[in-house]
DNA sequence: TGTACATCAGTGAACGCGCGTTCACTGATGTAC
DNA sequence: TGTACATCAGTGAACGCGCGTTCACTGATGTAC
């Protein structure tokens, strides 16, 4: 049955957000069309009226990944009762939470995604590259000082971050202490002088 | 037909060596049993004889992979010519470089195979749980200084070189500028006071 | 505003395909005598 | 040392299964008059 314009819209963009919460949780290879479709409440033959194909969904999925997870850096941004510092710091502590190791569902898609991504071909790494720039961009609001050392020092935080939440997420179900022990040694050692 | 113990052992490494490498290179769940034994010049009906389940092999894989890229870190520390600093150095430089973004299957586990191994199961879990504490164990033998203060130094350095290698390869295809800049930044970033 | 009809979002069966795993078979190995 | 035979590593066809994609069909939507 035909579904209104407004209907049909909402359904295309829950199939992009079921898609983008399945991918990370699962990797782009873990997750079939018909688990996604399912879990936005259709069936999976309808998918190819909304997209071209699998990857051509797992790209739009990725890009809107990238969004949500840069928004709430928006609110810490405009935060300037804070100093630079403490706001910096809180975007680590939150990036290297628990709670962020595990709900990769919700949380950046370079740290859930990026392996998979390099071997998904030259569209998918344009994706990627954007949100990663873009992330730079956004991170680099929060520093002080002049503009290319800010850029280096951001990408020395943001690539420690991803690491580290990458190697927290591999050893915590065999080894949980040392799980913690990678995120709290990040979090205590990731900004310069850190206030106490 | 039968074949000698020698040679059966022998076909036994060289599957386990074919699925480190090709595993690194595509993904785990990227690469079959079949492309697998036929890297290493058999059939796929053989496997079982060796290996309980394809998960049983992936993780023989991994630890595999783990131990080819301590070994030449051993050269390394034993140098005793360079400084710590520029042995240091060294390791970052040789992490960090095109060369190990560009062909994963030689390289480090971690930054290939983490995401899929944090999906993968607690036994997957463990082996990398394993092979992430001996790599830290031997960073830290370069570092000079108090121990619990290596170990932390090591976590952060470890954790860099991850997230920006796994950021490298992700941007390569869709920017290169920019998976260069992130090496190259992290490059000179990374090793505390590094000489001229 | 009311009617007739073309459109097209969504359904679900069907497709070809590659996957991990099993199994009857082969024949060289290695052992018992 | 020779001989007879049990073992078992490796082969390749076959299995059930889930995948991405296609397609004939349905019926509400939205438009032409």
Redesign the interface.
């Known amino acids: 049955m035909k579904v209104s314009k407004a209907q049909a819209a909402q359904n295309r963009a829950g199939i992009v957000e079921a898609a983008a919460r399945l991918y990370r949780e699962?990797?782009l290879?873990?997750v079939g069309v018909a688990e996604i479709t399912r879990d936005a409440g259709l069936t999976h033959g309808g998918l190819y009226r909304h997209f071209e194909s699998k990857d051509a969904l797992a790209r739009e999925a990725c890009l809107r990944a990238f969004e949500w997870t840069i928004t709430p850096l928006d609110g810490l941004e405009q935060d300037s009762d804070a100093s630079s510092t403490a706001r910096l710091q809180a975007m680590v502590d939150s990036y290297l939470s628990a709670s962020h190791r595990d709900h990769?569902g919700e949380g950046c898609p370079?740290?859930?995604?990026?392996?998979?991504?390099?071997?998904a071909?030259?569209?998918?790494?344009?994706?990627?590259?954007?949100g990663?720039?873009r992330n730079i961009q956004r991170f680099m609001r929060v520093l002080e000082g002049e503009s290319s050392e800010k850029r280096?020092q951001t990408?020395?935080i943001?690539?420690?971050?991803?690491?580290?939440l990458?190697?927290a997420?591999?050893?915590?179900?065999?080894?949980p202490a040392?799980?913690e022990?990678?995120l709290q040694?990040?979090r205590?050692?990731?900004v310069p002088s850190a206030p106490a």
Do not use: C, H, W, Y
């Open positions: 699962k990797g290879s873990g990769p370079a740290a859930a995604l990026a392996a998979d991504a390099a071997r071909g030259p569209e998918m790494s344009d994706v990627f590259a954007q990663v720039e280096a990408m020395v943001l690539s420690s971050m991803v690491g580290a990458v190697l997420r591999a050893t915590a179900a065999g080894n040392l799980s022990e990678i040694t990040l205590e050692r990731l």
